[in-house]
């Protein structure tokens, strides 16, 4: 059975720090390209970060240099390490494995307000 289950999401203040993590079963998680993808109310689901199966990763413009994605293949999880927060980072952050397949989380709301 596929789970894909994402913690860690809650309420900070702008210029805190959150991290994000994904706990993920039921598949070959080490050949998984892994991503986090948010969704603020009334938008559309965006990509955020990505790391693929050999640690090689990408950004959003709008989080280079805030937020780091990694992942530990012995535990099969993946991580959003998200720092210098601010409002419009708010919304609710999905955790995706795709390989051939695509896998979704319930997601995590991450809000930033003072």
């Known amino acids: 059975q596929v789970q894909v289950v994402e913690s860690g999401g809650g309420l900070v203040q702008p210029g805190g720090s959150l991290r994000l993590s994904c706990a993920a079963s039921?598949?070959?998680?080490?050949?998984?390209?892994m991503s986090w993808y948010r969704q603020a109310p009334g938008g559309e689901r965006e990509l955020v970060a990505r790391?693929?199966?050999?640690?090689?990763?990408n950004y959003a413009d709008s989080v280079k240099a805030r937020f780091t994605i990694s992942r530990d293949n012995a535990k099969n999880m993946v991580y959003l390490q998200m720092k210098s927060l601010k409002p419009e980072d708010t919304a609710a952050y999905y955790c995706n494995a795709q390989f051939g397949k695509v896998y979704w989380g319930q997601g995590t709301q991450v809000t930033v307000s003072s």
């Open positions: 790391i693929d199966n050999v640690g090689g990763t």
């Open positions: 039921g598949f070959t998680f080490s050949m998984y390209v």
